[in-house]
């Protein structure tokens, strides 16, 4: 697993990561007063990193919403 740089929307941070030949998304609240996912990196794994971070952001949006 090798991880690259760490973007920031909405008071999280996603850190894309190639794992098993797909890039994937680790997504970390950076705020107590937000929900924290439970959900696994996998669930984001794309062929290209910016596919990986655009399905990150949104799942946060689907949170954030509910």
């Not at 929307?9 to 190639?18: E, L």
């Not at 669930?43 to 399905?55: F, I, L, P, Y």
Request: hydrophobic residues 35%; neutral net charge.
């Amino acid at each position: 697993m090798t991880a690259t740089e760490t973007y920031r929307y909405r008071g999280y941070d996603i850190v894309p990561m190639w794992q098993w030949s797909s890039w994937c998304a680790g997504i970390y609240a950076t705020r107590a007063d937000l929900p924290i996912f439970s959900q696994s990196t996998l669930s984001t794994m794309a062929s290209r990193k910016e596919e990986a971070v655009n399905e990150a952001k949104h799942c946060i949006d689907r949170i954030l919403s509910c």
